[in-house]
């Protein structure tokens, strides 16, 4: 008998054929043992919606793989609503417009699926929680009977890696998640307050965790990377599992939320150690050339990049780490960073020609890189010390 909290599914996946897809996804249901979890439940579906994207971006939950979730669905409940709390405002129009811009809209419609347009929130008790003992959680949440996680693998600027775990930070409201980033602007504790966040919901709803790897996101992600093809999809009662066999696949070690997650025992060591329910191994999807983040953290396991705060104290440490910078020549004065900063480090400012541009204000700055997260044109990148480049990082 096989536990299903010990196990992930995983499939060859090439393109996104909602019919394809669905067999899949019926397919790894059905081996991992979870064919009643559904049933008459109040299920609401957790997509990645980080901002408004286009599903060729693959920054966002990609709508044929709603669609299939959805047909799946609709047969075990009638109660289904999709919910999500972008990187930006938690609005009625903010939700609206994020919904129609990333694709999901026009899914819900066709199948006449509940989009979430309730924008409250409830404060939340979380006492196994390591960093953070409390959480404000956004109430279709918490209403749920079942969580179905549509997570997007990515790597990511700050954490290195985005999947399963990473994705329930949008169970946050709005900017709530910029409060979060300046309560916790270490790496670490940042990393470790995702861990209880990710605790909190797995204590208190089943969930089912359903990884696209199909196009995943390579470079600056989550939002600003480039597409790579992995063909996969990985699912699971437990996003710990499920994270561990998709950062496997990308080469990418050292993600915080996992180190905290095994060291909490919530998964093994390693993707070995999980048990995979495949015709493929994980090693079969692998790929040695994923590009990683602009960061200084390389996430890579034993490179001196990656031992940088040990190595140094405080002040040269921060010195030493990538800080973003505002592309002068892209930007185009939108506001969206100055309103994304946590620590409010970033102003509007008129230049010699008269124009608006993002100017940041570099010692104040916690470097969580939410204004490259969230700029909708590019214009923040990454800029690494320049002694770190003559190192070899």
């Known amino acids: 008998m096989i536990d299903p909290k010990c196990a992930v599914a995983l499939d060859r996946v090439t393109d996104y054929d909602a019919d394809v897809i669905e067999a899949v996804i019926r397919a790894q249901i059905e081996r991992l043992g979870l064919e009643g979890m559904f049933d008459d439940k109040r299920v609401v579906i957790k997509p990645n919606l980080v901002m408004k994207k286009s599903p060729e971006a693959a920054a966002t939950t990609h709508p044929i793989v709603l669609e299939a979730m959805i047909r799946i669905l609709k047969e075990r409940t009638s109660d289904i609503i999709i919910a999500e709390s972008s990187g930006g405002l938690y609005t009625r129009e903010t939700l609206r417009s994020v919904y129609r811009g990333c694709g999901l809209a026009e899914v819900a419609e066709k199948y006449g699926v509940t989009l979430n347009y309730d924008v409250t929130s409830r404060h939340v ?37 985005s999947g399963a775990v990473k994705n329930y930070f949008g169970t946050v409201p709005g900017v709530t ?58 699912s699971g009662v437990n996003p710990f599992n499920v994270d561990i066999v998709g950062s496997s696949l990308i080469n990418v070690d050292g993600v915080i939320m996992l180190e ?35 960061t200084a953290r390389n996430f890579s396991g034993g490179s001196l990049l990656a031992r940088l705060p040990n190595m140094f104290g405080g002040r040269l440490n921060a ?3 990538p800080r973003p910078v505002i592309n002068t020549k892209v930007c185009v004065g939108c506001g969206e960073c100055e309103r994304s900063c946590p620590r ?19 010692d104040e700055c916690i470097k969580c890189y939410c204004c490259q997260e969230l700029c909708p ?6 800029k690494k010390n320049p002694i770190i480049k003559l190192i070899g990082g």
């Not at 209403?143 to 700050?158: M, R």
């Not at 997650?261 to 093994?268: I, L, M, N």
Request: with cysteine; charged share 25%; glycine share 8%.
């Open 125 to 161: 008790e979380a006492p196994s929680g390591h960093t953070s003992k409390m959480f404000d959680i956004i109430t279709p949440i918490l209403d749920a009977d079942v969580i179905v996680n549509l997570a997007k693998l990515k790597s990511h600027s700050l954490t290195g890696y």
């Open 177 to 234: 998640k910029f409060e979060m980033h300046a309560r916790f602007p270490d790496y670490n504790d940042f990393g470790s307050m995702l861990t209880d966040l990710c605790q909190l919901i797995l204590e208190t709803k089943p969930t089912f965790n359903l990884l696209d790897g199909i196009l995943a996101m390579e470079g600056n992600g989550p939002t600003g990377g480039n597409p790579r093809k992995l063909d996969c999809l990985i």
């Open 260 to 294: 905290e997650g095994k060291r909490r025992g919530f998964c093994p060591d390693s993707a070995e150690g999980v048990t995979v329910l495949s015709l493929e191994t994980p090693a079969d999807f692998a790929v040695n050339d994923f590009e990683k983040p602009d």
């Open 319 to 321: 010195w030493l780490q």
């Open 344 to 362: 409010h480090t970033i102003e509007m400012r008129t230049n010699g020609k008269g124009k608006k541009q993002a100017f940041i204000i570099d």
């Open 377 to 382: 044109f590019k214009a923040v990148k990454i």
